[in-house]
């Protein structure tokens, strides 16, 4: 099976834009989860989605949103870019929901906020 | 809340020694305790997992214990090659239903 693809993998941006990040899991999973990765900070989780509703949300602002389509694909989008926002953001998939087998990652998105 | 802790942040050890990796979750719920790890610039990958209902998992050089009662889990390599230098994340699952993961443990094996 074909893994977990990001697009796109670098993204350059200045504060108060907003900007699409796109996910497409494993075939078969329905589970998709989105982190953001900071050096120090680890793997934050952002959200996660199954069957196109959102399952579970970490303690980020509501500038942070996503969706799911019927085809698995996800997206997240950030508003109103802050500095703070530049990271790696990971999505992951699996076979099941909340955190309860193993997670799939795909190579990231790097986004850098200028 | 859901917290996992990660000890140490840096380790290094020389070729051929054992290394070792703690995590301590607060979660009573928790019941899934994978471990990820991630060379520099790549994906984090899944390298060994454990549930709730087993103490110890092996493989190969790796191995994972767990000990539910003091809520802490520990990762085990032995032979170190330095192939093993990359970062190490623990995660465990929580009673809301996400993966809380560790900050990290960055590992080097010097030949």
């Known amino acids: 099976k074909a893994g977990v693809t990001q697009t796109p993998r670098y993204l350059i941006k200045t504060r108060g834009q907003q900007v699409t990040l796109s996910c497409s899991p494993i075939?078969?999973?329905?589970?998709v989860s989105w982190y953001q990765q900071t050096p120090g900070q680890g793997l934050q989780f952002l959200f996660e989605?199954?069957?196109?509703?959102?399952?579970n949300k970490g303690n980020f602002p509501g500038r942070f949103s996503g969706r799911q389509f019927s085809n698995s694909r996800s997206e997240m989008n950030v508003s109103t870019l802050e500095l703070g926002d530049s990271a790696l953001y990971l999505c992951?998939?699996?076979?099941?929901?909340?955190?309860?087998?193993?997670?799939?990652f795909g190579p990231g998105t790097r986004l850098t906020v200028l | 809340g859901e917290n996992v802790e990660q000890h140490p942040s840096t380790l290094s050890v020389q070729e051929g020694d054992s290394a070792v990796i703690k995590c301590t979750y607060s979660?009573?719920?928790?019941?899934?305790f994978p471990w990820y790890k991630q060379e520099l610039g790549k994906r984090p990958q899944l390298i060994i997992d454990?549930?709730?209902?087993?103490g110890e998992k092996k493989d190969q050089r790796i191995a994972v214990t767990l000990n539910k009662t003091a809520k802490h889990f520990s990762l085990h390599i032995t032979e170190t090659q330095p192939e093993d230098s990359a970062v190490y994340f623990c995660?465990?699952?929580?009673?809301?239903?996400?993966?809380?993961f560790g900050t990290g443990t960055r590992l080097l094996v010097s030949p």
């Open positions: 992951a998939s699996s076979p099941a929901v909340g955190g309860t087998d193993t997670q799939y």
């Open positions: 075939s078969g999973h329905r589970s």
């Open positions: 989605y199954f069957s196109e509703t959102q399952r």
């Open positions: 979660d009573s719920a928790s019941n899934y």
């Open positions: 454990i549930r709730s209902n087993v």
């Open positions: 995660a465990a699952n929580t009673g809301f239903q996400k993966l809380v």
